[in-house]
């Protein structure tokens, strides 16, 4: 089974108390209820940087332009009890951006210190990766998930 293209974006700003990341309340779908990247499934047609445009517009109403997207890696998430939930998933930070971000049907958006990450409310997997990319390095990790499809079974970070 092949793995759904998908994209995850991280708005960063220099926030009173640090440095913040823009994350999510999922509201609808894949992964209600936790704290999430904001991001989606890429289109048929779409490259990953035009997919976390369209998706950084759909669910926060912020415009973002693929040139100040920064390649920050990526993350192939597997589910063996739950194939079709598989993801390769391109990740993307940026620091330009024109809006505020604002609440929509699937995701209630939210700035967080990047150093005081909501850990326990997003996917466990989230520390393994997302403080390196945050600080401006780029990963390659693959995540095996356990047959919870919620507890992480491995995280490997794969060489260049």
């Not at 989606?40 to 940087?49: A, F, I, R, T, Y």
């Not at 693929?66 to 890696?73: R, S």
């Not at 945050?134 to 260049?160: F, H, M, R, Y």
Request: glycine residues 10%; aromatic residues 6%.
């Amino acid at each position: 089974m092949t793995a759904a293209r998908v994209t995850l974006c991280f708005l960063l700003r220099d926030g009173e108390s640090g440095p913040e990341v823009l994350l999510g309340l999922k509201r609808t779908g894949f992964g209600t209820g936790k704290i999430v990247g904001i991001g989606g499934h890429v289109e048929p047609g779409e490259s990953d940087g035009e997919a976390a445009v369209r998706e950084v517009m759909e669910e926060t109403g912020v415009c973002v332009r693929v040139e100040d997207l920064t390649d920050a890696g990526a993350v192939n998430f597997v589910f063996p009890a739950k194939p079709e939930w598989n993801m390769s998933t391109s990740l993307f930070t940026a620091r330009t951006w024109q809006g505020e971000p604002t609440d929509s049907d699937e995701v209630l958006p939210e700035w967080f210190r990047t150093d005081t990450l909501p850990v326990e409310r997003m996917w466990q997997d989230a520390d393994h990766w997302l403080p390196v990319v945050l600080e401006g390095g780029k990963v390659n990790v693959v995540v095996t998930l356990n047959d919870d499809n919620e507890t992480v079974a491995s995280s490997v970070s794969i060489l260049p």
